[in-house]
């Protein structure tokens, strides 16, 4: 295996969506790997050490159609959390799992 250009690196699918049936709400539902970009921006939006609305919120990141686009905006997540917390809490747990995040790194979130 040889050294991967730039314009390989850019060109590699590695965005993985996992899908995922919700019985309670009657279909499938897609869970993306979220971007690097997106991790970041998660782990900033909690830098004030105010954890609020973390499952939903990473839920809300995560949650995609079939070709990974979002289908929930930061402003959604409100109306999201109004779902039942049965249906959040796995979806969240499958998500978290699939995006490799672990206890340590949510510890570490909000720490100077």
Do not use: Y
Request: overall charge negative.
């Amino acid at each position: 295996m040889g050294m991967l250009s730039k314009g390989a690196i850019l060109a590699a699918d590695d965005i993985k969506i996992k899908t995922v049936e919700v019985p309670e709400w009657g279909g499938s539902v897609g869970l993306r790997v979220i971007s690097g970009l997106d991790r970041d921006k998660f782990e900033q939006s909690f830098s004030d050490k105010e954890l609020g609305n973390f499952r939903i919120r990473f839920l809300a990141a995560s949650l995609c159609d079939e070709n990974g686009g979002r289908l929930f905006t930061d402003a959604d997540v409100e109306e999201l959390g109004r779902k039942s917390s049965l249906v959040i809490n796995r979806l969240f747990g499958m998500a978290f799992a699939h995006s490799a995040f672990t206890g340590e790194a949510v510890e570490e979130l909000g720490k100077d």
